[in-house]
């Protein structure tokens, strides 16, 4: 089992850009991806980016894409999610997410969570 711990979430007017990090701990030999998903009041939990983690190949969400970019730092087993150009819309419960299993767009394709990170963007 991987335990996993965001951290950089808070409030940022429209405009602006925060760095969001998730630092994994335990089991994570067998990880194949991580990735963040986010969501927001009253609607459904949405995938934002993934990294792969044999070569480090990324992925991320077409209404993100050019603003958000994932990262990794393999020596400290962490992730990071650079996030400009924010919108009111992003603001949502960020959470960081690893596989065991696949590289996934959904939610069901990751086995670890964390606990997650708020992300408030401001008019």
């Known amino acids: 089992q991987v335990q996993l711990v965001e951290s950089g979430g808070g409030l940022v007017q429209a405009g602006g850009s925060l760095r969001l990090s998730c630092a994994a701990s335990?089991?994570?030999?067998?990880?194949?991806?991580m990735g963040w998903f986010r969501q927001a009041p009253g609607k459904e939990r949405e995938f934002v980016a993934t990294?792969?983690?044999?070569?480090?190949?990324?992925y991320t969400a077409n209404s993100v894409k050019g603003r958000f970019t994932i990262s990794r730092d393999n020596a400290k087993n962490t992730i990071y999610l650079q996030m400009n150009s924010l919108k009111p819309e992003d603001t949502a419960v960020y959470y960081c997410?690893?596989?065991?299993?696949?590289?996934?767009?959904?939610?069901?394709?990751?086995?670890?969570w964390g606990q997650g990170t708020q992300v408030s963007v401001s008019t």
């Open positions: 997410a690893a596989s065991t299993l696949r590289v996934g767009f959904s939610g069901g394709d990751y086995d670890s």
């Open positions: 335990g089991r994570t030999f067998s990880t194949k991806s």
């Open positions: 990294i792969k983690w044999s070569d480090g190949h990324t």
